[in-house]
């Protein structure tokens, strides 16, 4: 008996674990999947936007003094620019052309904004001082039985949910949500219908750009850890996620990050953490394998 | 109205439009009948923009707009009904006819022309909530005229309306057609039917692989020979 509690304990532990890291994956995996459904391109330095996020934060608490829950919004705002400028000189000029001259040009820009943090802070691992952070976040909120959570994983549940729900009602309450979904349904017909493809365009990269900002800034409090290359991994696990849920459809980039977060922690608690990983991985290949269009992807419409 | 004056156009190596040239008097409907992949759709895709000109010009009201982009062209009131309808098949009806008003700012105005065409289709309104890939075609086909007319435009390009619809829903189409029209919009419509094309408009063009090789009043087209044997199946 006091063997199962034990175990059951240790389940929720890693459930509430996975959730965590889950709702973070998923804050990434949003903006690829919008990016995608819009421009029907893998915007692969959009892990590099979480990189900076992370980064920008990091200085304005610590070079320019900006009490941190200030930082947040004005991190968000300078990396929603950032994706507009992004799309604007990177891929804007290549609209028409080859998609796969559109991927290249995405690696290309990952491996740029890579190298210009590495000129710009160095290569050596940074974390937010512990001094301007408030001092909750590293205080248990509540310990029941063997289950502990702190503060700061109740922040990043809380913030997860709440973007979520903002996201939610933009893509479903506003005009420009609407168009959105329009343009990633038929992009001549948008046009047709007088929307300014464009600036949808431009729109849906300032979204994606501010929840993968947001999701930069979590991590490197949750793993006090800030580097260059902390958005190649990240970026290909909410990829990951993306591919999971069903590339395209932002419920399913939500689900697919909550599955391979969950996936993750429990293969690592419960097998090796070495595995962590691939363990997430190997739940994508086998998404891919049976379920090809995603969790909750919409199978490619018959054209009639 | 709508003047086109030796437009080509090129897919590739391919010369789609080879100078083709008419005109649309305002509060008429004007007609283009050809046979498949003469170049009707690749003429109206022209006119709104999606489609580049290789020489030529196209001008509305006096004004050149085949430099602009489409959402400007729609901003001068040109608005098209693509070939196929084009519903978004998962946007909701009310979703579909609230994109027609894209450009329209004026919220209020949007809602009392969306009552208005759910006075006149009716079976939008009892849609409204339901995804348009859901509709049958005649119904679809209604929602994609209902969302060009959100948009308020004075020039409506109709592509194909009567395009795999069952006969007594390609007559309902022409009667809703020809209700358009009676509130002083001007129509250019593209037609494979050329019977029911010619029946409802006023002057007609006949396009052959990117040329027009033949225009009169749609009366008089109708009674040609040649438009007789080639397109109405009779001589």
């Keep these: 008996m006091e063997n199962l509690l034990g175990m059951s304990s240790l389940f929720l532990q890693q459930l509430v674990n996975g959730l965590t890291l889950g709702g973070v994956y998923a804050l990434i995996a949003v903006g690829y999947t919008m990016v995608y459904g819009v421009i029907e391109l893998i915007n692969f330095a959009h892990g590099e936007i979480y990189m900076l996020g992370a980064f920008l934060a990091y200085t304005m608490v610590t070079v320019f003094g900006i009490p941190f829950f200030a930082a947040i919004p004005l991190t968000i705002m300078i990396c929603a620019c950032f994706g507009i400028l992004l799309d604007f000189i990177a891929y804007r000029p290549l609209r028409r052309a080859p998609r796969l001259a559109a991927l290249i040009t995405a690696i290309g820009m990952s491996i740029f904004l890579q190298n210009l943090a590495l000129l710009i802070w160095g290569g050596q691992i940074r974390s937010y001082p512990r001094a301007v952070l408030p001092k909750a976040f590293f205080q248990n909120a509540f310990v029941v039985g063997d289950i502990t959570m702190t503060w700061l994983q109740i922040f990043i549940l809380a913030v997860t949910v709440v973007f979520m729900f903002i996201l939610h009602l933009i893509i479903h309450r506003t005009q420009v949500g609407t168009a959105m979904r329009a343009i990633s349904q038929d992009k001549v017909t948008s046009a047709l219908m007088g929307i300014s493809v464009n600036r949808v365009i431009s729109f849906t990269f300032a979204i994606g750009s501010a929840m993968g900002a947001m999701a930069g800034i979590l991590v490197g409090l949750y793993y006090n850890a800030i580097f260059p290359y902390m958005g190649y991994n990240a970026g290909i696990k909410a990829f990951a996620a993306a591919v999971l849920g069903g590339i395209g459809s932002v419920p399913g980039a939500m689900l697919g990050g909550g599955v391979l977060g969950i996936a993750e922690v429990f293969g690592a608690g419960y097998l090796a953490s070495e595995y962590r990983d691939g363990i997430s991985y190997a739940v994508m290949i086998l998404v891919i394998l049976f379920k090809p269009s995603g969790l909750i992807g919409k199978p490619i419409l018959e054209k009639v | ?235």
């Design chain 2, 1 to 235: 109205m709508l003047k086109l004056e030796t437009v080509h156009s090129h897919y590739g190596q391919i010369h789609a439009l080879k100078g083709i040239s008419l005109s649309v008097q305002a509060g008429n409907i004007c007609c283009l009948i050809g046979a498949n992949g003469a170049g009707k759709s690749t003429t109206l895709m022209c006119i709104s923009g999606i489609k580049n000109i290789s020489s030529g010009s196209i001008e509305f009201e006096g004004r050149t707009i085949h430099t602009l982009s489409p959402e400007k062209i729609v901003g001068l009131g040109i608005v098209q009904v693509p070939e196929g309808r084009r519903i978004f098949p998962y946007l909701t009806v009310q979703e579909n006819l609230m994109m027609g008003a894209y450009r329209c700012a004026d919220k209020a105005k949007v809602y009392e022309t969306l009552e208005k065409y759910f006075d006149i289709f009716p079976i939008l309104k009892d849609r409204n909530k339901q995804m348009g890939g859901t509709l049958s075609g005649g119904e679809q086909q209604m929602l994609a005229i209902a969302r060009a007319l959100m948009g308020s435009p004075r020039l409506l390009l109709l592509d194909e309306p009567s395009l795999g619809l069952a006969p007594l829903v390609v007559e309902n189409i022409m009667n809703i057609i020809r209700q358009i029209k009676s509130e002083g919009l001007t129509i250019l419509l593209v037609e494979q039917n050329a019977q029911a094309a010619l029946e409802l408009a006023d002057y007609g063009y006949v396009i052959e692989t990117g040329e027009v090789v033949l225009e009169d009043a749609a009366a008089d087209l109708l009674q040609n020979a040649r438009v007789k044997e080639a397109y109405l199946g009779e001589g």
